[in-house]
């Protein structure tokens, strides 16, 4: 687990009190893994959320763990339910304190299976009952070979007819829709919950701003013409926004390059705007704190 302790310890060197430590949160995104060198499980979890704030329960989002390792290619995602199902039991006993997590959970399932793509939702349902509330499937795609293209995703897919048969199987059943892409994609995800407007859909990571690769250096043009994408975004009542996510490398604000982390004002300072313009937009009714 050398990365992850290499991380901490350069976490470490910066400390703060926290803001309002009574303040009940609820964390409505993270992920739980097991890859090389990066383990993330109830105990390093427990210790993020025992930091100082009141976090109360948490939200897991799919990342691709513990897939079944056979079985129909289409149900081996419901692998992820079945662990994060026991990490919440285990979370549940109450033997590891008050907090409660993964009190729900977005798996995924591929919704270019069409109206197919049911057997599988129901198959989650069952394999979490109380908690599974919805999935997660990734979009991002990009034409310039130095962005990463997420595997299985291709220009245009929110529009492909397979895709929305599959999102209706999610409205039948009540289920929720999370959204990662990048930020030339927004309009794609505006026309999607105008084409589905009984589809709740939450928007990760403000709709993944780039400034990397051919995006490097432009940020301030990007920034404009995020802000129009996400107003026009905004007048879909149905779609709500998760804020947070705006600090990895692919948002080209370079932290990780840094020999220390930087502290909240510095993180206030180059990201307030995004934060700013979404909840304008968005209203605090539709706008979620994220820990990613």
Same mark, same amino acid.
């Given at each position: ?24 949160? *609820?964390?409505?995104?993270? /992920? ?14 427990? +210790? ?25 290619? @289409? ?41 197919? *793509? ?21 979009? #991002?795609?990009?034409? /310039? @070979?130095? *962005? ?20 209706? +199987? ?17 309009? +794609? ?15 990760? /990571? ?13 940020? #301030? +043009? ?67 704190? @994220?820990?990613?």
């Amino acid at each position: 687990m050398r990365q992850i302790r290499e991380q901490d310890q350069w976490l470490a060197q910066v400390k703060e009190a926290p803001l309002e430590p009574e303040l009940p949160i *609820v964390d409505p995104h993270h /992920h739980l893994w097991d890859t090389p060198g990066n383990r993330y499980f109830l105990d390093q979890l427990l +210790e993020d959320t025992n930091s100082g704030h009141n976090v109360v329960a948490t939200v897991f989002l799919q990342c691709g763990a513990m897939y079944r390792a056979d079985g129909p290619e @289409e149900l081996r995602p419901v692998g992820e339910t079945e662990f994060v199902n026991g990490v919440a039991a285990q979370s549940a006993s109450g033997i590891y304190g008050p907090m409660r997590a993964c009190l729900g959970i977005a798996g995924h399932a591929d919704l270019m299976l069409g109206a197919a *793509v049911g057997g599988v939702l129901d198959a989650h349902q069952e394999a979490a009952p109380r908690r599974f509330r919805g999935i997660r499937h990734i979009t #991002a795609w990009d034409p /310039h @070979e130095e *962005v990463h293209n997420f595997a299985g995703c291709f220009k245009g897919m929110m529009g492909d007819s397979r895709f929305r048969e599959g999102a209706k +199987e999610l409205i039948k059943r009540g289920m929720t829709f999370d959204a990662f892409f990048y930020h030339p994609q927004i309009p +794609e995800l505006t026309d999607f919950a105008r084409a589905l407007p009984d589809l709740t859909i939450i928007l990760d /990571h403000f709709g993944g701003p780039m400034a990397v690769g051919p995006y490097a250096g432009k940020q #301030a +043009e990007i920034f404009q013409q995020w802000k129009k994408d996400m107003a026009e975004l905004a007048r879909c009542p149905n779609v709500n926004v998760k804020i947070g996510g705006l600090n990895m490398p692919l948002n080209g604000f370079g932290w990780h390059k840094n020999a220390l982390p930087p502290t909240s004002e510095e993180l206030a300072k180059a990201t307030r705007d995004y934060y700013l313009h979404t909840i304008d937009c968005f209203g605090p009714q539709r706008c979620m704190f @994220e820990s990613n």
